[in-house]
């Protein structure tokens, strides 16, 4: 995508070059290409900054990333994300400057002592439990948790002697892939961009919609960086100025029909979004449905929430089942 992105400009200069590119960039006005260039360049570049201030043990590179990425926790519904991320801001904010360089160059360690094998300490733990979880029942008590822990080397040195010496493999026993490589997956997928001028400014007539042409994009989405960095900033502001909670919280919808979506609800009553919310329930499963109990008590407002993530876990849900298809 991010070659795509920069063909336009190549194919229309004669000279293109690194600084001509983002001067022309910056004042394209086309939203496709807009939204592509601030997901490829902003949002999906921070990540891999991200990534490699971890491994490297860059502090700065990951603290700049986390920060160009945070208004993507506002944008939609991560309410436990956005919180999370505001929480670790103020944390270090009232800690010494001392303290706080100390955390951000400990908050990794490289188990190999190799400078660019770096880890988040959350992902380490997520290894160690992974192992952990492999040496108890499928459904353990504390006391099995407590065994394992205390005996998680031993354990682990007594099965690899164990499976080596009947000759069995943990290693995956599938056939050979037939997936397309990389390379040649990326190829098809830049055919296909270019063949339907998907962000091609200089087109005319263009219409905002997804690749495939089935849905328009809403207009919000226009605005995506500008509404997700005002609403960042409004629960910043609710959280630790005002200290309140934030009155009813609509992600920024993607498509038309899901901001038309958010305009009727904003009519709804609250015995109408309450019925709505009755008749959701029953499609979630038994863990789900017990957090949305004595919702007749609930606020308009909190109604109005509760019905957004009831509608979030059950889209993904129908994601994850049609990954397992």
Known sequence: MASELMWPYIISEENPSVEGYLKWAQDQT????????????????????FRTGVC???????????RMFAPIWSARRHPIYRLIEITDEEQMLRLKPEICSLIQEKIVTSRSKLLDQHQGHDAILE????ALKSLIPPIPTQRHWEIAARNCTKFLKLRTNLFNIIGFSESETHGPRTRPNFIAESYRFRVQIRKIQFVNPNVDNRIFQNMSRDWTLSEEMKRFSEIASMKRIEFIKAKLIKKTSLDIWHPIPITCEEADLQKTESSLTRPQILSIINSLIPFLDDLDRSRFRGLSS???IDLVNILQEIRNILAENNINNDGEI
């Open 56 to 66: 490297f043990n860059r502090p700065s590179l990951r603290i700049a990333a986390r």
């Open 127 to 130: 290894e160690i439990n992974k």
């Open 298 to 300: 609930k606020s308009r």
């Open 30 to 49: 086309d939203p496709t290409f807009k939204l592509k260039y601030e997901q490829i360049f902003f949002y999906l570049q921070a990540i891999i900054n």
